[in-house]
């Protein structure tokens, strides 16, 4: 069987770029990188921190803050041709940033209906975790994505752990997530 390749996004929306939130959606990534390498799976990662897309004016922060850095990718042409993302958000007041929300609601409708999609939630407490995987995992599908398996909730108390709790995570979860990836005609 030759190697399927997956083009593949990390998506995160929290409002700083580098934060131990993308740290936890590259632990994923590379969790499941190092699971499908054994099998036939090859993601090409690429990462959008919507903190890097999106200049975001805070009231009372000064405005001489330089502009996000340009890659050249177009973060909506990365999400439209990816197979498999990892969205990882934290916890804003109980649920995802508004900054996830803002790039969701930007994608035309169906524009995930041939992706699928790994929910990564991060908060402070228990209940806000909950919360905050619940709604993601409910935005992600109402946008059309592919969610075959829960979001991954983790409280910040275990952000120490991520590549264990990421290991976890993919252990439980890769077969599903492949077999999601071969019904939307990956591989």
């Not at 993302?85 to 508004?98: C, L, R």
């Not at 990564?120 to 407490?125: D, E, L």
């Not at 829960?150 to 599903?176: C, I």
């Amino acid at each position: 069987m030759t190697a399927a390749q997956i083009n593949a996004v990390i998506l995160v929306g929290h409002p700083r770029a580098g934060s131990r939130t993308s740290g936890l959606a590259a632990a994923v990534a590379a969790a499941l990188g190092a699971r499908w390498e054994a099998d036939w799976w090859q993601p090409r990662w690429r990462t959008v921190e919507l903190a890097d897309v999106v200049q975001i004016r805070i009231a009372g922060q000064p405005d001489d803050r330089p502009p996000p850095p340009t890659t050249g990718d177009d973060p909506f042409a990365l999400v439209q041709n990816a197979h498999l993302i990892v969205v990882a958000t934290p916890s804003f007041k109980g649920t995802y940033t508004g900054l996830l929300k803002a790039f969701l609601d930007l994608l035309p409708p169906g524009h995930l209906a041939d992706t699928v999609v790994v929910p990564v939630a991060v908060a402070g407490s228990p209940a806000h975790v909950r919360s905050t995987s619940d709604t993601l995992s409910a935005v992600l599908l109402e946008v059309g994505a592919t969610v075959p398996a829960p979001a991954l909730g983790v409280p910040e108390s275990d952000l120490s752990r991520a590549e264990a709790v990421a290991s976890q995570w993919v252990d439980d979860h890769a077969k599903v997530l492949a077999s999601a990836l071969e019904k939307v005609g990956v591989g």
